[in-house]
T-cell receptor, first 117, second 113 residues
Framework: KAGVTQTPRYLIKTRGQQVTLSCSPI?????VSWYQQTPGQGLQFLFE???????NKGNFPGRFSGRQFSNSRSEMNVSTLELGDSALYLC????????????????FGEGSRLTVL | DQQVKQNSPSLSVQEGRISILNCDYT??????FLWYKKYPAEGPTFLIS?????DKNEDGRFTVFLNKSAKHLSLHIVPSQPGDSAVYFC????????????FGTGTRLTIIP
């Protein structure tokens, strides 16, 4: 069973640009959530999509947005990039929701490492 | 406001000994807790969880303890093995359902051969 796939794995952008990251969840998983990982901050929740609808949202500015398609694939977009947006962006999928139904297990991808210069 | 805190950024333990990773939380609405393990260049993987109706959950070498009155949980690994070297994140959820997980900042565990 294929895992969560994130593309691209690495990318470098400059301040002011925008970026789109892609996530393909595990087949059958309808929930996709996005996290930002930075040193010293742990994993910060960005948002969660379930059946093409944003169900939960973290405390990030409006420059961070996302969407989910009918095949459950998800994209997140960051506009007007700032130096502080440099981070590892992790996508996770689960069968029923963020905390799951049975084990609370999220399945994470390997992440997209964004560097903003 | 960090609602889930892992106050030890790093921990070194001799192989074969017990590793104890600690996690504190402030939100009394949290009632489901998970530990994730992360190797470099990989996404976090689920390790073990515990709900608030229990105070202990065991899975092989891994045991999680929950002290609700102290708002504290800990992960015990015994015996520790070199492959356990990784960053460990604790996470919490207010309900067993659709609420988002709040993660701690992580503890880097190094097992010394």
């Amino acid at each position: 069973k294929a895992g969560v796939t994130q593309t691209p794995r690495y990318l470098i952008k400059t301040r002011g640009q925008q970026v789109t990251l892609s996530c393909s969840p595990i087949s059958g998983h309808r929930s996709v959530s996005w996290y930002q990982q930075t040193p010293g901050q742990g994993l910060q929740f960005l948002f969660e999509y379930f059946s093409e609808t944003q169900r939960n949202k973290g405390n990030f500015p409006g420059r961070f947005s996302g969407r989910q398609f009918s095949n459950s694939r998800s994209e997140m977009n960051v506009s007007t990039l700032e130096l502080g947006d440099s981070a590892l962006y992790l996508c996770a999928s689960s069968l029923e929701g963020l905390a799951g139904r049975d084990t609370g297990e999220l399945f994470f991808g390997e992440g997209s490492r964004l560097t903003v210069l | 406001d960090q609602q889930v805190k892992q106050n030890s950024p790093s921990l070194s333990v001799q192989e074969g000994r017990i590793s104890i990773l600690n996690c504190d939380y402030t939100n009394s609405m949290f009632d489901y807790f998970l530990w994730y393990k992360k190797y470099p260049a990989e996404g976090p993987t689920f390790l073990i969880s515990i709900s608030s109706i229990k105070d202990k959950n065991e899975d092989g070498r891994f045991t999680v303890f929950l002290n609700k009155s102290a708002k504290h949980l800990s992960l015990h690994i015994v015996p520790s093995q070199p492959g356990d070297s990784a960053v460990y994140f604790c996470a919490a959820s207010p309900v067993f359902g659709n609420e988002k997980l709040t993660f701690g900042t992580g503890t880097r565990l190094t097992i010394i051969p």
